[in-house]
């Protein structure tokens, strides 16, 4: 049923500051958008559709909308996003593209010293009874050469504070020139040398055909025995079955991950490893970081709907 005012479907767990920027301008609705039978029946009248990275937003579901104008993705990856579709239909794309870098740059920070000092592990031996320290020996931080794997805003951010621990960082960005990383402090390489020279690896890079398996076997075997690899960026990026192996055989010392090629998971070969951290993809999952998220795409979405110009956040 049509309501008169325009329909804002929700089809995930959003802040619930975002309900709260509608006012009584929009009639919101919720759906799960994992329900794939669920969503396309409740997308048939919505207006605007807000979305976090559960829901696969494809052409499938644009054929099934009538009056949608705006699909807003309530965080920064569009990679759940069929864009040209949504372009096809004259339906505007909005993200939230700074809410959620910073929380995204702490959680690989907390993956990496989580990693480094064996943190898991430890906190799960001594719950479990056990009291062994010699067994949770870490590296130190300090000193060692960072490797960051594109130098976009995440990338930066978690450079910056790396850069606090009294690290060397170099970073592989094809498309941040040599003057702006020196700027920052760090030094601009290819990727091979970057895998070359680096002790700790950390990947930043939004997944595109560019991007998918960038980092495989080949570069895996390239890398520094004993690298400690962080991703909470998107699985898929690296190849998790070739990290899992190069774990395995001690040519990565360890990885933090964050992110995996199919979400939602409970089995990857990485989870049986106990040089490995994982958690269920929760760099954006601060209440800052979803409050933010939240409240900037439904800012977006009103002007949208009241078809006024969206700025670029
Ligand atoms: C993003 O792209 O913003 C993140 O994957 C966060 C999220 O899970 O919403």
Known sequence: ????????????????????????????????GTDRAALLSAVADADALLVRSATKVDAEVFAATNRLKVVARAGVGLDNVEVPAAT???VLVVNAPTSNIVSAAEHAVALLLSLARRIPAAHASLQGGEWKRSAYSGVEINGKTVGVVGLGKIGQLFAQR???FGTQLI???PYVSAARAAQLGIELVELDDLLARADVISIHLPKTPETKGLIGAKELAKTKKGVLI???????????????????????GGAGVDVFATEPTTSSPLFELPNVVVTPHLGASTGEAQDRAGTDVAKSVLLALRGDFVPDA
């Open 171 to 173: 970073a592989y960005d």
């Open 230 to 252: 962080v991703n909470a960026a998107r699985g898929g990026l690296i190849d998790e079955e070739a990290l899992a192996e190069a774990v395995r055989d001690g040519q990565v």
């Open 88 to 90: 096809a239909r004259g």
């Open 162 to 164: 790396l850069a606090a």
């Open 1 to 32: 049923t049509q309501s008169a005012r325009p329909v804002v479907l929700i089809a995930e767990k959003l802040a619930p500051s975002t309900v709260s920027v509608f006012g009584d301008e929009v009639e919101v609705r919720h759906v799960d």
